[in-house]
């Protein structure tokens, strides 16, 4: 009888279970349809709504393969800086004990609580035609708002903790003895760094390279104010993308978006191998090896 | 020997001042001393005229949106965020994987993209707006469309934040007080909500300050209409467009001690998060 009893419980327990798990799912892929998946599908769907030829013929536009050489250009130059940046902040911070080490911690993520907006207008106020330096560049004949350096520099501000956030938690993880064993038997400091550290370090650089690149790429709030909007001059992808949207060229400005979205894709791709890779490392230090 | 340099302990690896001088020097160029350029243009002004700039009707009616909609985008994102979260930690499906790599989109995907493509999929043509409009509910240009932008954006905050605590609950204690005969809801409540409380505010932390700051994904949707739809950083920006450099300091500065207050709080919610951690073992 309690036997017959305690089953039935359980058995409704579980029929409970099973309609929770089923609504559960339900409205988490719901959600995630709605939120993400139905504008990112948009994308592709309004690039080639009017066939591959005009998608093609969308990118060749003279302005747009500007905004495309002006993206590369300034990420070939942002990127491997704030890798330097990066690389030197993690060593200096996970190898070295010093006073302040916490407040340079939270002075580099600050980038990332700053409005991409301040991060524009910082460089306006600075170098602007009423900005600090803003008469002596005059006087010299430098233009850095509303041309190039501006957007190099907003793009600089934006990407700076990318790289130093993904690698000093993995610095700081890896100790020091491997590097102090080298350089006490004799290495110098460059064959240390790229025979002892590089080595362990470089899926976690490479996933931090990636997603600064990213954010270089496809920075707009930042680069809109500094740019100064210039066609074909001081346009870069995402800025073309509004330039296009704004005309009602949805075609036009859809095809650089989708560019922009398969950079994004490749990015989210190379994190999962790169977290793939790092378990796999985890699981192999922290297996027991059988005594020989 | 550690009294030597007084600030650094002795090592033997080298390079010290080399990585240190320069990350410094960098990060005093390119962050430290632009924001202080702000700081200081804005604290130029007399107190009075400051005052008068950052609490104009406009700039009031920006702040309303601004926080109203990230306030909301939060708590939504709180909500469906734990229930992603639950689904990708407790639940094996079909495609579980793929579900959790889209998670990051957000991270990765350009702002100005999502915002076109919602403006887009949203608009009174689009292929959502189309079909919401007979139900006589309009997203786009109008405070729902910028609610919705910083939904999206925010979505990766609470489910990162949340998925570890919730794989880090004790299923002893979950079968202990099933066995003294709790109930579904009253596990959930007395076990598995306390456990993961603070990482859930952390999560709708981190969602709120960075909607606040948003830009890209929300002026394509929003309409931009002074005083109904207007978001503080656009303010920002238009300002800057009419070479009102003070206005936009101005206003800039009241965004940059938002966000300094927003980094606190995070700091603080988190060393609760891990003092309770350590509490536990």
Sequence with gaps: MAGSAQSSVRERNDIASRVLRTALIGVSLLFLALILLVPVASVLGYAFSRGLSAYVQALREP???????????????????????????????AKFDFRGKQILITLIDLPFSVSPVIAGLVFVLLFGAQGWFGPWLRENDVQIVFAFPGIVLATLLVTFPYVARELIPIMQLQGREAEEAAVSLGAGGWTTFFRVTLPSIRWGLLYGVILCNARAMGEFGAVAVVSGHIRGLTNTMPLQAQ?????????????????????????????????????????????????? | MAAARGWVSP??????????????????????????????????????EFWRIATEPRALASYRLTFGASLIAAGVNTVFGFIVAWTLVRYRFPGRRIVDALIDLPFALPTAVSGIALATVFGPQGWIG??????????????????????????????????????????????AAESLGAGRWMIFRRVILPTVLPSLATGFTLALARSVGEYGSVIFIAGNLPMRTEITPLLIVIKLEQYDY???????????????LMLFTINAINGWRLRRVAGRR
Aim: aromatic residues 8%; charged residues 10%; glycine residues 8%.
């Design chain 1, 63 to 93: 302005d747009t393969f500007a905004a495309i050489r002006l993206t590369l250009v300034t990420a070939a130059i942002v990127v491997p800086v704030n890798t330097i940046f990066g690389v030197s902040a993690a060593w200096a911070i």
């Design chain 1, 243 to 292: 330039v296009l949207y704004d005309e009602y060229d949805l075609v036009g400005a859809f095809a650089v978006a989708s560019v922009l979205m398969l950079l994004a894709l490749v990015t989210l791709i190379v994190k999962s191998i790169v977290e793939a890779f790092g378990a796999r490392r985890r699981r192999a230090v922290l297996t027991p090896r059988q005594p020989a």
């Design chain 2, 11 to 48: 090592s033997v690896l080298p390079g010290f001042g080399l990585t240190l001088g320069f990350a410094g020097m960098f990060l005093a160029a390119i962050v430290l001393v632009p924001l202080a350029a702000l700081v200081m243009k804005g604290a130029s002004l007399p107190l009075a």
């Design chain 2, 130 to 175: 189309s079909w919401l409009l007979p139900l006589g509910v309009k997203v786009a240009y109008t405070w729902l469309g910028v609610v919705i932008a910083l939904t999206l954006i925010g979505v990766p905050f609470v489910v990162r934040s949340v998925q570890p605590a919730l794989e880090e609950v004790d299923a002893s204690l979950e079968d």
């Design chain 2, 246 to 260: 003070v206005g936009a300091a101005a206003i800039g500065l009241v965004m940059l001690c938002v966000s300094f």
